[in-house]
């Protein structure tokens, strides 16, 4: 768990790192970061602009430490989601960013371990890979078949496949925080 400074200076971080990105074309330098932010995990940044969202991309393996997971995610968010055009400098300002730090993933047995607005789902087939965050299920108003269903579409499956054993379920919790409350207050 992430102390609420902590929190604060990752948004920081990540809106720092769409500024240089734009000002400057580099990624700002981090120094004395403290040791949360050192820990290798995954992690998801999703950027809103008048709560739609407008990019979301994350790193699922903890092989990097967090800080540097953000500022990756938080560009490739911004600039590399296909789903949308590139962010550009002028809309910086407005953006909301909200960042999703995950724990490590475990297998799913059994349907009825499925906490909805609690974990987030990863379903893995062959080639087909797709993850919801925690917090889909809670803003589409799911049910945990509904919920697996979905999962399973955005990888590319039959809404069915979570049912195949061939097809790998696994939950993971996000601790899910923004800077939408500053941006409320701008």
Known sequence: MLNETEKAELLQLARSTLES???????????????????????????????????CIGLLTPDRQLFKVVQSCVLSAALEDTRFFPITAEEVPDLDIEISVLTPFQ??????????????????????????????????????????EQTCRKAGLPESAWKDPDTI??????????????????
């Open 21 to 55: 990105h734009f000002a400057t074309g580099k990624i700002p330098e981090c120094r004395n970061v403290c040791r949360n932010l050192q820990a290798r995990k995954g992690a998801f940044v999703s950027i809103h602009v008048e709560r739609r969202l407008r990019g």
């Open 107 to 148: 297998r799913l047995h059994d349907i009825k371990e499925i906490v909805v607005g609690k974990h987030g789902l990863l379903v893995t087939r062959g080639f087909h890979r797709g993850l919801l965050l925690p917090q889909v299920a809670t803003e589409y108003g799911w049910d945990s078949e509904t919920f697996l």
């Open 169 to 186: 379920v696994q939950t993971f919790e996000a601790e899910v925080f923004s800077d939408q409350k500053q941006a409320e207050s701008r």
